[in-house]
Nanobody, 122 residues
Framework: QVQLVESGGGLVQPGGSLRLSCAAS????????MAWYRQAPGKQRELVAD???????NYVDSVKGRFTISRDNAKNTVYLQMNSLKPEDTAVYYC????????????????WGQGTQVTVSS
């Protein structure tokens, strides 16, 4: 089993910064790609950034130069450092991991965090 716990969301003024964290726990054998998605009201969920086990990163164009994704493999944790935040960044942010765990057999799949609200407003 794999559980993901997110933290770090909140209310911030335009131009401010937040750091999101997502910690994975359970009988995890391996974690491949880790990612952050977001979903604004009335819109579809979109991929914001991802990072492979080798450290290769990818960002949606709208956050390039402002957001940084990173991971700490020893802690099974992925982070999203968000700088120069804009009102259009307001959304619920979800982490996602591709992982394998063992529970009498091997299981692989994608797992989602519970979501954390980020609101950018004056």
């Amino acid at each position: 089993q794999v559980q993901l716990v997110e933290s770090g969301g909140g209310l911030v003024q335009p131009g401010g910064s937040l750091r999101l964290s997502c910690a994975a726990s359970g009988n995890i054998l391996s974690i491949n790609t880790m990612a952050w998605y977001r979903q604004a009201p009335g819109k579809q969920r979109e991929l914001v950034a991802d990072i492979t086990s080798a450290g290769s990163t990818n960002y949606v164009d709208s956050v390039k130069g402002r957001f940084t994704i990173s991971r700490d493999n020893a802690k099974n944790t992925v982070y999203l450092q968000m700088n120069s935040l804009k009102p259009e960044d307001t959304a619920v942010y979800y982490c996602n991991v591709a992982a394998t765990f063992y529970s009498s057999a091997y299981y692989s799949g994608n797992y989602w965090g519970q979501g954390t609200q980020v609101t950018v407003s004056s």
